[in-house]
C-alpha cells in the first residue's frame, strides 16, 4: 500500500500564501508524478497541479502565477506553494500519486484524505 501524509492547510487571508506538503511511504518501486486536486463543496474536483518525476509540471490556468508545485524525489515528497491567495482557492486539497509497488507492478493512483485551506475575504 501506498499512504500519502498532507500537512499545511491553514486558514488565510486572502493574499497571503501557505505551503502543502506529501509525503508518500510504503513499498513503493517507482513513482511516474504526483499532484494535488482540490474540491469545492458543489464543485466538480480539479486538477490544481501536478509533476513528473522527472520535473515536468502542469497547472490549471486558474492558478498559473500564483502556485508553484515541487518535489523532492529521494523523500517522495511534494510540495504546492500557493502565494496571493484568493477566496475561491478555498477547497479541501488532495494528494495524488501514481505509483507502482513492489508487489504488483502496475501503476496506480493513490490518494491522500485531504488537507482544508480556506482563504477569507
Known amino acids: 500500500q501506498v499512504q500519502l501524509v498532507e500537512s499545511g492547510g491553514d486558514l488565510v487571508q486572502a493574499g497571503g500564501s501557505l505551503r502543502l506538503s506529501c509525503a508518500a511511504s510504503?513499498?513503493?518501486?517507482?513513482?511516474?508524478?504526483m499532484g494535488w486536486y482540490r474540491q469545492a463543496p458543489g464543485k466538480q474536483r480539479e486538477l490544481v497541479a501536478a509533476i513528473t518525476s522527472g520535473g515536468s509540471t502542469n497547472y490549471a490556468d486558474s492558478v498559473k502565477g500564483r502556485f508553484t508545485i515541487s518535489r523532492d524525489n529521494a523523500k517522495n515528497t511534494v510540495y504546492l506553494q500557493m502565494s496571493s491567495l484568493k477566496p475561491e482557492d478555498t477547497a479541501v486539497y488532495v494528494c495524488?500519486?501514481?505509483?507502482?509497488?513492489?508487489?504488483?507492478?502496475?501503476?496506480?493512483?493513490?490518494w491522500g484524505q485531504g488537507t482544508q485551506v480556506t482563504v477569507s475575504s
Open positions: 510504503g513499498s513503493i518501486r517507482s513513482i511516474n508524478a
Open positions: 495524488n500519486c501514481n505509483a507502482r509497488l513492489w508487489v504488483g507492478g502496475s501503476f496506480r493512483d493513490y
